[in-house]
């Protein structure tokens, strides 16, 4: 929205800042921040009130989560609604993949917002129906990997990229409208099943943002993207303006998340966002690179996936608990330590992940 002022450049010299993305994207971050600062508190009130004995707790989770009943949920709302109004503003209107991306976050949050209210409103950690949820997210993300393979045009929009082989493409041909869905909700419920514990899954959800609004920006770049050798796929780069409203309200976010955590994000959060990063990595084509710098997702999905099919086979568990995190709670690392660890381990994933668009 504010990108339209830059037509008044010519009487005020200081609105030309406006065309560069790195600007718009430093102020759509700071932007999105100040706005969880301002009414992040009012609305964790208010969600307090409403939801009485906050969100259910698992009954079969580790002894001290116990002591977390009576936080509230659906925090993803600060962060969604923080993120929406950052880019609106920052990010300029007529980009398809922006409104592609902005689709996917609002579906997704609404979601996981009816997911968040029947079990609070049940007071059971039981909500929407895990196939109904699974075939809308999939038929939101279908649509989306439409409008993006459109935008991108014929040479790529169906067409998969392989990291490390800068030449090498793979025609899907219509199968990549399910593949690139499968990204989306694939990586929605992977960040889904990571949100456990405080403070856990929002800090790797900004590192991939931060490292997908980086891939965003010189993907767009016909200057960056024939230097690296990767596909120049021209748009793109505003995505970083989202990318970095996400870095902003997630930090926000984080000041109410951090242990003891204030608010959960709830799945309107964690669908959201995680729906977010895959339909950036989509239209990026960097799918395969989510898988790296997301890795942090991919092993707790995987976790459940291993856990539930090892006791319907065999009827024994590998893990303690899943997902993963609670197994290392299990195993007796301290809610601090199990966060923390991974953290770490999702800078270094990303820091790999990043090494992709030289390794070519």
Not at 27 to 38: K, S
Not at 139 to 156: D, K, N
Not at 336 to 358: C, D, E, M, N, Y
């Amino acid at each position: 929205m504010l990108t339209y002022l830059q037509q008044f450049s010519d009487q005020l010299s200081i609105l030309n800042v406006i065309q560069y993305i790195t600007f718009r994207t430093g102020a759509a971050t700071m932007t999105a921040m100040l706005f969880v600062f301002l009414f992040g508190p009012g609305i964790i009130r208010v969600l307090k009130i409403r939801q009485g004995h906050g969100q259910p707790i698992r009954a079969d989770g580790p002894e001290e989560h116990f002591k977390k009943a009576g936080t509230p949920t659906m925090g993803g709302l600060i962060v969604l609604l923080a993120v929406l109004i950052s880019s609106l503003l920052w990010a300029r209107p007529n980009n398809v993949y922006v409104w592609c991306v902005l689709g996917i976050a609002t579906s997704y949050g609404a979601i996981g917002f009816y997911d968040d209210y029947l079990k609070v409103t049940n007071a059971s950690d039981k909500g929407f129906s895990g196939r109904a949820r699974l075939v809308l997210e999939a038929l939101c993300g279908i649509i989306a990997v439409f409008f993006i393979a459109r935008a991108t045009g014929p040479e790529l929009g169906t067409s998969l990229s392989l990291p490390f082989f800068k030449d090498l493409l793979v025609e899907l041909d219509v199968l990549y409208y399910l593949f690139g869905a499968f990204v989306i909700v694939g990586a929605a419920n992977s960040v889904n099943l990571t949100d456990g514990l405080d403070g856990l899954a929002i800090v790797p959800v900004m590192i991939a943002a931060a490292s997908f609004g980086l891939i965003a920006y010189v993907s767009g770049n016909v200057n960056f993207a024939n230097y690296l050798q990767i596909n120049i796929v021209r748009g793109t780069g505003e995505l970083s303006v989202v990318c970095g409203a996400l870095i902003g309200a997630g930090l926000g976010f984080l000041w109410y998340n951090a242990p003891p955590a204030a608010i959960f994000m709830g799945d309107t959060g964690s669908l959201s966002l995680g729906g977010m990063l895959g339909t950036v990595a989509v239209a990026t084509k960097h799918e395969i690179v989510l898988a790296i710098i997301g890795g942090i997702f991919v092993v707790e999905a995987l976790s459940v996936i291993i856990q539930v099919t090892s006791f319907k086979l065999t009827g024994k568990r590998v893990f303690r608990m899943a997902p993963i995190h609670h197994h290392f709670e299990k195993l007796g690392w301290t809610e601090p330590q199990v966060v923390i660890r991974f953290w770490i381990i999702a800078v270094v994933l990303a820091l790999i992940g990043l090494s992709t668009l030289k390794l070519r």
